[in-house]
């Protein structure tokens, strides 16, 4: 049995209301209509004066995934690893686009912020239909702190340089690894946890020849066809 993790928790809600301009859940709608009835307001039929729904679907297929826009406020706010609340998911449907955003901004995730990255497995485990068969490549900069500490086996395996070369399937980082004498070359691959993090690294090792004959990209593209980290 797979361990609890807090995502089991969170589940969308799926009935929608539209209220000046905002997509609210339909506990916050509940609440905003109580508050106009204190007022003595009625519903005239328009949404920029009382929430109108509810519409299932989550709103129906957007571009990207939507959230409450109660915010951290939201009746049913979900509460991240990091005690940062976000407005609840609506689950609503995809796009076309809508799906390659998420593929995209999932892949950035991994190695953002850790809110970017709660958020992007938030997203994973509600749009989990959501495959690919290739690796990713993740425009990174540098080799974050956390990631370091994560590949720190490879330093005492006499490995001192990382490549700021970062692949994703969504569910693991790739990179490489290489020594100082260019003897040996490193694939690894971590598996990218539900709490934002890193863990379970493997490795694959090359001989150091490869290296001035093939990319990163085609080792791991290699190593990934032929599932070799399993």
């Not at 589940?11 to 609440?31: G, K, N």
């Not at 508050?35 to 957007?62: I, N, R």
């Not at 001192?160 to 980082?173: A, K, V």
Request: hydrophobic share 35%.
């Amino acid at each position: 049995m797979p361990p609890f993790s807090w995502l089991d928790n969170v589940s969308p809600c799926t009935d929608v209301y539209v209220f000046q301009a905002a997509l609210l859940c339909s506990d916050c709608a509940e609440a905003v209509i109580e508050e106009l009835e204190k007022e003595g307001q009625v519903d005239t039929g328009d949404s920029d004066s009382w929430p109108q729904g509810p519409h299932g679907d989550g709103g129906g297929e957007a571009d990207s995934p939507q959230h409450c826009d109660a915010g951290p406020k939201c009746k049913n706010a979900v509460l991240l690893p990091n005690y940062k609340k976000i407005g609840c998911p609506l689950g609503n449907g995809l796009t076309s686009n809508g799906q390659k955003y998420v593929i995209e901004s999932v892949a950035r995730s991994c190695v953002e912020d850790k809110q970017s990255q709660l958020v992007g497995r938030l997203w994973m485990k509600i749009y989990d239909y959501l495959k690919v068969n290739q690796l990713i490549r993740i425009p990174a900069d540098y080799i974050s702190p956390k990631l370091d500490r994560a590949l720190g086996w490879l330093k005492g395996d006499d490995h001192t340089r990382y490549r700021n070369e970062l692949y994703t399937d969504l569910r693991h980082l790739y990179g490489a690894a290489f020594s100082d004498t260019g003897a040996k070359i490193t694939l690894w691959r971590l598996e990218l946890t539900d709490n934002g993090g890193f863990t379970d690294l493997s490795v694959v090792h090359l001989p150091g020849q490869e290296s001035p004959a093939r990319t990163i990209e085609n080792m791991l593209d290699e190593a990934y066809a032929e599932d070799a980290w399993e």
